[in-house]
């Protein structure tokens, strides 16, 4: 099926492959925290805890996930998660996402998450049930057939 033609993927399906990213997330999560912390604690003698080092590690890990779902988002348009829930991102034409519009998406969805979930909710109200993020960034989560 054409994804310009494709339908929008249900809420329940987008939250649910929501939850199964967040289990992958906290894994790369705690790998990249290692690779930061331990040579910084072996060079240097530092934790994170504070100062350049925590500005530092928050960074490295939004430069990691960035990384994680930009380098998914346009090569396929889909992570792990997406696959196994049969989801796509697309632009608002069908088309798959070029460098640009998947970093757009990635930094939107951070204020769309972080603000009490009100960019998920927001897809209660839409009129095509889109997410905020995905709504402002111009990228529609579409059902693909098996």
Do not use: C, K
């Not at 504070?50 to 430069?63: C, H, K, S, V, Y």
């Not at 909710?121 to 095509?128: H, I, M, N, Q, Y």
């Amino acid at each position: 099926m054409d994804s310009a033609l494709a339908p929008t993927a249900t809420l329940l399906r987008r939250l649910g492959s929501l939850v199964y990213e967040a289990l992958i997330v906290v894994a790369l999560l705690l790998l990249s925290g290692l690779a930061f912390l331990l040579p910084l604690h072996a060079l240097a003698g530092h934790d994170a805890s504070g100062g350049w080092a925590l500005w530092l590690f928050r960074a490295w890990i939004l430069a990691v996930l960035g990384t994680y779902f930009v380098w998914f988002w346009t090569r396929g348009g889909q992570t792990l998660p997406m696959r196994t829930w049969r989801l796509r991102v697309v632009d608002t034409r069908g088309s798959p996402l070029r460098l640009r519009r998947a970093l757009y998406r990635y930094l939107l969805a951070w204020p769309s998450v972080l603000a009490g979930g009100a960019g998920l909710a927001w897809a209660l109200v839409d009129r095509d049930g889109q997410f905020l993020h995905d709504r402002l960034a111009g990228t529609r989560l579409v059902r693909i057939e098996a």
